[in-house]
């Protein structure tokens, strides 16, 4: 069984930062998404395991960087320029793929999530 831990979410001002952490398993591709009230979970980013293919959802492209560090299992999303509509909870997702996936059904194990509120 794949356990996944995130942490680093928080209250923060507008145009802040954040770095979220994800313990992982190391074994494919991971992903981080988002679920703010009363909508759908959202991919957010997703890296290969090596780390060097990545992809962005539009909405964080340039602000949002996803990046992991293998000898610590550990998958890091860093935030800049944070915006009130970034908030939401954040979630860290394994796939058995070895590519980057953006969908929701392409996640097998799932943390619990982590709070990111940005006040104006």
């Known amino acids: 069984q794949v356990q996944l831990v995130e942490s680093g979410g928080g209250l923060v001002q507008a145009g802040g930062s954040l770095r979220l952490s994800c313990a992982a398993s190391g074994r494919y591709a991971m992903g981080w998404f988002r679920q703010a009230p009363g909508k759908d979970r959202e991919f957010v980013a997703a890296t290969s395991w090596s780390g060097g293919s990545t992809y962005y959802a539009d909405s964080v492209k340039g602000r949002f960087t996803i990046f992991r560090d293998n000898a610590k299992n550990t998958v890091y999303l860093q935030m800049n320029n944070l915006k009130p509509e970034d908030t939401a909870v954040y979630y860290c997702?394994?796939?058995?793929?070895?590519?980057?996936?953006?969908?929701?059904?392409?996640?097998?194990?799932w943390g619990q999530g982590t709070q990111v509120t940005v006040s104006s």
């Open positions: 997702a394994d796939t058995t793929y070895g590519n980057p996936r953006y969908k929701v059904g392409e996640y097998d194990y």
